[in-house]
Nanobody
Framework: QIQLVESGGGLVQPGESLSLACTAS??????WGWYRQAPGKQREAVAT???????NVVDSVKGRFTISRDSNKTTIHMRMNNLKPEDTAVYYC?????????????WGQGTQVTVSS
């Protein structure tokens, strides 16, 4: 089991920046992820970070969003620059860990990001 607590988010104008953070109750995480879900749309992956430090971001946010991890390996961040109205969504943190012999993914409670003038 793992608990994930997200922070950050809020209301910003187009072109502004926000940072999200997600803190886990354990550090042995195989893959971290940030996902988002806009009203009426399916949840989509935005950025991922593996235990080895490899990162990946979806094309729509490439060059604007950055995922990173603290040295204690229990907190990740996502820095979101040059935000656009289409970035408006509920953002969820995920963590995939090994439980017994299976990988399981857990989710945070979600945090709202609204980009509007």
């Amino acid at each position: 089991q793992i608990q994930l607590v997200e922070s950050g988010g809020g209301l910003v104008q187009p072109g502004e920046s926000l940072s999200l953070a997600c803190t886990a109750s354990r550090s042995d995480i195989y893959v971290w992820g940030w996902y988002r879900q806009a009203p009426g749309k399916q949840r989509e992956a935005v950025a991922t970070l593996t235990a080895g430090g490899n990162t990946n971001v979806v094309d729509s946010v490439k060059g604007r969003f950055t995922i990173s991890r603290d040295s204690n390996k229990t907190t990740i961040h996502m820095r979101m620059n040059n935000l656009k109205p289409e970035d408006t969504a509920v953002y969820y943190c995920s963590a995939t860990i090994l439980i017994d012999v299976a990988l399981r993914t857990y989710w945070g409670q979600g945090t709202q990001v609204t980009v509007s003038s």
